[in-house]
């Protein structure tokens, strides 16, 4: 049986299986890329963008067929697969109109005379090793910084996302970007370490777990290539502030239990002072248990399914020794008895570092709540953690943010609004969540060869 397979998450029925590709096919695919790699760098900057225009419309075009996709892959509710096209459309535009000036060449200051610049070229093909949970957002944001730059990429999807993943090959194609720019791969994790190993691949982009990123680093560290990691979170929602609870409380929500809690940026850690913690609590309990978990190709519906039947288990687990352990359960904590991978939105409290979900990502509905009793403390706990993704200052003071967001040892940092994403963001962070940037300028600095050109006359 294939590993890529589409297993509706609603059901738990196989719908599709898709063969894996042997050695030769890889080697085919990996051939390919390298040949259209160096025409598509060759071509002006400007026709690249264009290329990229194109792919923005046929996203929208193809949006609704899109969508149903990956409901159907991976239970995201229709109306935020819709979301994250919106956001997917926003990138490839962002980098069509603003391409070509973060390819300008950057001249410097010599004080020794004559003249030297920077030139940002494309280094060659890469390999991404994307995740499920939003399965075009992911690649969105690794491959149109690097096809505007004039890189290739060899695209290995989630095994569980095989359908959405050829929708974009062909995506891509019908766009107007040569044959081989951009080719889907249905490889193993075997076949992985030989490509990352291959002279051919000049870099590698990797969203997932910290077991996976650490699997790469190191095969890609062994063969001297470049990686990128985006990796897992644990991220804090800090409370230091609260004159209107009701948006605090919605952006929590929203933080926390948008696409059924499987975000690396989600708001995992709930910490609040003294003084709004049972505010805070009671309102966002309430809004909890008011979620109706439902038909994901509902458009109404805000949560679906996990992903799998094993996310279920695994986040099962986390509650359970959490329970065991003496935590209190406020809303949920069970898995939902009908067929397909379903599990109630959870907030737990009572949370103590001899328990799983103290120290583990917990990548489901599932909310931990913390009290603490100042703004140090807050701090302090937030850091507490060996991830350092992004994290969330709830509060009316300007000055306190900029404080308390100077401190958070993290790659990003939102004040006012729950952890989210925008084209023009760099995202990334710190510690075992990864390291290197997407999104943004930034996004076009990572697989760049920034060449000195020195004239000394």
């Known amino acids: 049986m294939s590993t890529y397979r589409v297993v509706n998450p609603a059901t738990g029925e196989t719908e599709q299986e898709y063969p894996t590709a042997t050695d030769g096919e890889l080697q085919d695919a990996l051939a390919l890329a390298d040949d259209a790699q160096r025409a598509w760098a060759a071509r002006p900057a400007a026709e690249r963008a264009e290329v990229l225009r194109r792919v923005a ?52 200051d010599v004080a020794s005379g004559g003249r030297a610049v920077i030139r940002k070229e494309a280094v060659g093909t890469l390999l991404g090793i994307m995740p499920w949970n939003f399965p075009y957002y992911q690649v969105a944001r690794f491959a149109a910084p690097n ?35 951009y080719v889907n791969i249905f490889a193993t994790n075997e076949q992985i370490e030989t490509l990352i190993g291959d002279d051919r691949i000049h870099g590698v982009s990797l969203t997932g777990s910290e077991r996976a990123g650490a699997a790469v680093a190191e095969i890609a560290g062994r063969n001297l290539k470049k990686v990128v990691l985006e ?38 850690r709930i910490i609040a002072l003294d003084e709004h913690y049972d505010g805070f609590s009671t309102a966002f309990t309430e809004a909890v248990r008011g979620i109706t978990v439902g ?48 599990y109630e939105p959870t907030v737990l409290a009572g949370i103590t570092p001899d328990m799983r979900a103290y120290k583990e990502e917990l990548f489901g509905p599932v909310a931990l709540l913390f009290k603490v009793g100042s703004e140090e403390e807050a701090v302090d706990f937030a850091n507490n953690s060996p991830y350092g993704l992004s994290a969330s200052i709830q509060t009316d003071d300007d ?10 040892q993290t ?7 729950p952890s989210g994403t925008a084209a023009e963001l760099p995202f990334g962070g710190v510690k075992r969540s990864g390291f290197g940037r997407e999104l943004g300028r930034f996004g076009m600095e990572e697989f760049a060869n920034h060449k000195l050109v020195r004239l000394v006359r």
């Open 57 to 108: 419309d046929l996203y929208e075009e193809r949006k609704d067929q899109l969508a149903a996709i990956i409901t159907r892959e991976m239970g995201k509710p229709v109306k935020q697969a819709l979301g994250e096209l919106r956001t997917v459309v926003s990138i490839y535009r962002y980098y069509a109109d603003r391409g070509e000036g973060f390819l300008e060449a950057e001249e410097l």
């Open 147 to 181: 096809l505007m730059l004039g890189n290739a990429v060899l695209l290995k999807h989630a095994p569980q996302c095989p359908e959405s993943a050829l929708a974009m090959e062909r995506l891509f194609l019908d766009a107007g970007l040569p044959k081989g720019a």
């Open 231 to 268: 990796l897992g979170g644990s991220d804090p929602y800090l409370i230091l502030g609260a004159s209107n609870m009701e948006q605090v409380v919605k952006n929590a929500l929203i933080g926390r239990m948008g696409n059924a809690g499987q975000a690396c940026n989600a708001a995992k």
């Open 295 to 342: 038909d994901p190709t509902d458009p109404g519906t805000f949560m679906g399914p996990l992903s799998s039947e094993k996310a279920v288990e695994t986040l099962d687990e986390q509650v359970q020794d959490a329970i065991s352990k003496g935590a209190t359960v406020l809303a949920g904590g069970k898995r939902i008895d009908r067929p397909g991978a379903w």
């Open 399 to 408: 000055a306190q943010a900029e404080r308390v967001a100077q401190r958070l």
């Open 411 to 417: 790659g990003m940092v939102f004040v006012g609004a």
